[in-house]
T-cell receptor, first 112, second 115 residues
Framework: TQLLEQSPQFLSIQEGENLTVYCNSS?????LQWYRQEPGEGPVLLVT?????EVKKLKRLTFQFGDARKDSSLHITAAQPGDTGLYLC????????????FGQGTTLQVKP | DAGVIQSPRHEVTEMGQEVTLRCKPI?????LFWYRQTMMRGLELLIY????????DSGMPEDRFSAKMPNASFSTLKIQPSEPRDSAVYFC?????????????FGPGTRLTVT
């Protein structure tokens, strides 16, 4: 069974602080995606990484894919209250099945 | 594009009643997924379809749950009879082979409460 472990599960920080969220697996991903979910809404795709070592930036968010494609991280610089939400990583382990395995998520609260 | 559409947004029903959740995927997408989300278990995949054909229903909790996709623009998830432990938010998502990485686009969800 392929599992994704996210850490930490909960994070409460002050506006302006930096943070990193981790997503790990014992299996190799074909691709990995990060989603953000706000209360009362469905998850929204932030980014997809496919190449080992790949780094992508989305404004203050930096996503990194591990060299071995078994782990990923999301770093937020100078967090803002608008960053509050549930962050989910999701991996495709077997190419071309269309199926994603989701992590349990990291709940982030950014206090003003 | 209108995005994935789900109805109803909220459903409150009594134990033993039949519940039907509806989903319209994004036009042109060939994959459709049904998920259930709870605080305890997170986001769980129930079943998914490719070109209207069920591919993997191993996440369906039990025979009380059934899903259909009669055409490319409509799917239903039915619970009969419903039980209080079915209370959760149910999401429908769609994706396309064409993107190559199967990014999923989620609907707003249906919040189901079974009393």
């Amino acid at each position: 069974t392929q599992l994704l472990e996210q850490s930490p599960q909960f994070l409460s920080i002050q506006e302006g602080e930096n943070l990193t969220v981790y997503c790990n697996s014992s299996s190799v991903f074909s691709s990995l995606q990060w989603y953000r979910q706000e209360p009362g809404e469905g998850p929204v795709l932030l980014v997809t990484v496919v190449t080992g070592g790949e780094v992508k930036k989305l404004k203050r968010l930096t996503f990194q894919f591990g060299d071995a494609r078994k782990d990923s991280s999301l770093h937020i610089t100078a967090a803002q209250p608008g960053d509050t939400g549930l962050y989910l990583c999701a991996g495709e382990f077997t190419s071309n099945t269309g199926k994603l395995i989701f992590g349990q998520g990291t709940t982030l609260q950014v206090k003003p | 594009d209108a995005g994935v559409i789900q109805s109803p947004r909220h459903e409150v029903t009594e134990m033993g009643q039949e519940v039907t959740l509806r989903c319209k995927p994004i036009s042109g997408h060939d994959y459709l997924f049904w998920y259930r989300q709870t605080m305890m278990r997170g986001l769980e995949l129930l079943i998914y379809f490719n070109n209207n054909v069920p591919i993997d229903d191993s996440g369906m909790p039990e025979d009380r749950f059934s899903a259909k996709m009669p055409n490319a623009s409509f799917s239903t998830l039915k619970i009969q009879p419903s039980e209080p432990r079915d209370s959760a938010v149910y999401f429908c998502a769609s994706s396309s082979t064409g993107t190559g990485n199967y990014e999923q686009y989620f609907g707003p969800g249906t919040r189901l409460t079974v009393t």
